[in-house]
């Protein structure tokens, strides 16, 4: 079983996280949107997907294309995590919305998300990522909050089923 961390990243940050998180799943490939193909992605069971929130709560640039792609891809079977970066005092009332695009989108089709977090100890209003008490994945202020990075991304990796290492 094949494990890989597809980001995008405009300004470096959700590449920066991205590799944190190479580090804390060494078994996990770790490779940007913009240039995957479709053979490139099939190869793999475990996708951990990682965008970022822009403006008021779109999807990081390169996102926007390559959801197009994975949509149109049959991924019943794979199982996803995912990860997003916001910022939760300039925009609390969009907090990691690109990260909750992203769930409803898979989860419309169907596949299996896992890897949701308690929303405890995050300071934000309104979010797409939230569902009840739950954020839908690994949610990370890098703007305000980057002391809290490192022990966010080891407690997450703990619940994802597929993270060995």
């Known amino acids: 079983?094949?494990?890989?961390?597809?980001?995008?990243?405009?300004?470096?940050?959700?590449?920066?996280?991205?590799?944190?998180?190479?580090?804390?799943?060494?078994?996990?490939?770790?490779?940007?949107?913009?240039?995957?193909?479709?053979?490139?992605?099939?190869?793999?069971?475990?996708?951990?997907?990682?965008?970022?929130?822009?403006?008021?709560?779109?999807?990081?640039?390169?996102?926007?294309?390559?959801?197009?792609?994975?949509?149109?891809?049959?991924?019943?079977?794979k199982t996803f995590a995912l990860f997003g970066l916001g910022d939760q005092h300039t925009y609390p009332d969009t907090f990691c919305n690109g990260m909750g695009k992203l769930y409803n989108l898979l989860y419309e089709k169907g596949w299996n998300v896992v890897g949701r977090i308690p929303v405890d100890g995050y300071d934000f209003s309104e979010s797409e990522a939230q569902i009840g008490n739950d954020l839908v994945g690994l949610a990370l202020d890098e703007d305000n909050e980057p002391d809290l990075t490192d022990i966010r991304i080891k407690n997450w990796v703990k619940v994802l089923p597929f993270a060995e290492g």
Request: with cysteine; aromatic share 10%; hydrophobic share 45%.
């Open 1 to 77: 079983m094949r494990t890989a961390i597809f980001y995008g990243s405009s300004l470096g940050n959700t590449q920066f996280v991205a590799e944190k998180l190479k580090a804390a799943i060494p078994i996990a490939d770790c490779l940007p949107v913009n240039d995957l193909t479709v053979s490139q992605i099939l190869q793999y069971d475990n996708i951990i997907l990682g965008t970022s929130t822009w403006g008021v709560g779109n999807l990081q640039d390169d996102f926007e294309l390559f959801v197009d792609l994975l949509l149109s891809i049959d991924m019943s079977g």
